[in-house]
């Protein structure tokens, strides 16, 4: 499945509760998430709707080798399999 285009970031976030991350502040236009599922993890998402595609990218790239998954595979369970 691609990463889609008009992903916005508190969508973001909501969809990586899947992953036990929660907001922990926000400032600004920027909200900070931690995760501790193997030790603790903290990113930055920006606010913005759409993400654009290179942070969004950015940031699963990040996330997939924090979990230490294939990033496809995580991409279609964060935005499910295309059929």
């Not at 008009?6 to 995760?35: I, W």
Request: glycine share 8%.
């Amino acid at each position: 499945m691609k990463i889609p285009r008009d992903l916005g970031g508190e969508d973001l976030a909501k969809l990586l509760k899947k992953y036990d991350f929660g907001t922990t502040r926000q400032t600004g236009s920027h909200m900070r998430l931690v995760s501790t599922i193997k030790g603790e993890y903290h990113i930055t998402i920006p606010k913005h709707k759409p993400l654009k595609i290179g942070t969004l990218n950015s940031i699963l790239n990040s996330l997939a080798h924090y979990l230490e998954i294939d990033k496809q595979a995580m991409v279609d369970e964060l935005f499910g399999k295309e059929k």
